[in-house]
T-cell receptor, first 114, second 114 residues
Framework: EAGVTQSPTHLIKTRGQQATLRCSPI?????VYWYQQALGLGLQFLLW???????NRGNFPPRFSGRQFPNYSSELNVNALELEDSALYLC?????????????FGPGTRLTVL | TQLLEQSPQFLSIQEGENLTVYCNSS?????LQWYRQEPGEGPVLLVT?????EVKKLKRLTFQFGDARKDSSLHITAAQPGDTGLYLC??????????????FGQGTILTVHP
């Protein structure tokens, strides 16, 4: 069974640009979560999508947004990139709102903002 | 805001030694997960504990969830160089503002020398 996949693996942008990161959940999973892992800050929760709806949001500015598609894949968009947005962005999936506890992570997208 | 304090932050030991990593909080969690992460990759789930007082074993790894579901520990017996990595605890809650998000500890970087 395929795990969570993310693309691209690496992304290099300059300050002020926009970045789009993509995630495909494990087959059968309806919930997708996004986390930011910046150096020295640990994993911080960004967003949770389930059944196409945003269910919860972490303490991040509105320029971090996303969506979930009918096939349950998801996209994270970061507008007006800042240097401190450089981080590993991790996507996770779970079986839905009744199974939020156990989340399975993808390999991540390394975003570098120059 | 829920917080998880993980200790120690760094652990450097010789092959064959035993070690324990702790995860503590003042908050109650519905479950707690332990993950292991290699550099540049996503966290890989090791175990989920859901019942207060629960003990789970995975080969040389023993996981315990505190009776009050506020703390957890990971014990590794006879550590091997292949155990080297970043170990993360993460707590989940089934409702409220924390619904759907995992709260992560700061992580423990374990290095096992041959």
């Amino acid at each position: 069974e395929a795990g969570v996949t993310q693309s691209p693996t690496h992304l290099i942008k300059t300050r002020g640009q926009q970045a789009t990161l993509r995630c495909s959940p494990i087959s059968g999973h309806t919930s997708v979560y996004w986390y930011q892992q910046a150096l020295g800050l640990g994993l911080q929760f960004l967003l949770w999508y389930d059944e196409g709806e945003e269910r919860n949001r972490g303490n991040f500015p509105p320029r971090f947004s996303g969506r979930q598609f009918p096939n349950y894949s998801s996209e994270l968009n970061v507008n007006a990139l800042e240097l401190e947005d450089s981080a590993l962005y991790l996507c996770a999936s779970s079986g839905g709102r009744r199974y939020t506890d156990t989340q399975y992570f993808g390999p991540g997208t390394r975003l570098t903002v120059l | 805001t829920q917080l998880l304090e993980q200790s120690p932050q760094f652990l450097s030991i010789q092959e064959g030694e035993n070690l324990t990593v702790y995860c503590n909080s003042s908050s109650v969690f519905s479950s707690l997960q332990w993950y292991r992460q290699e550099p540049g990759e996503g966290p890989v789930l090791l175990v989920t504990v859901v019942t207060g007082g629960e003990v789970k074993k995975l080969k040389r790894l023993t996981f315990q969830f505190g009776d009050a579901r506020k703390d957890s520990s990971l014990h590794i017996t006879a550590a091997q160089p292949g155990d080297t990595g970043l170990y993360l605890c993460a707590g989940a809650n089934a409702g409220g503002t924390s619904y759907g998000k995992l709260t992560f500890g700061q992580g423990t970087i374990l290095t096992v020398h041959p």
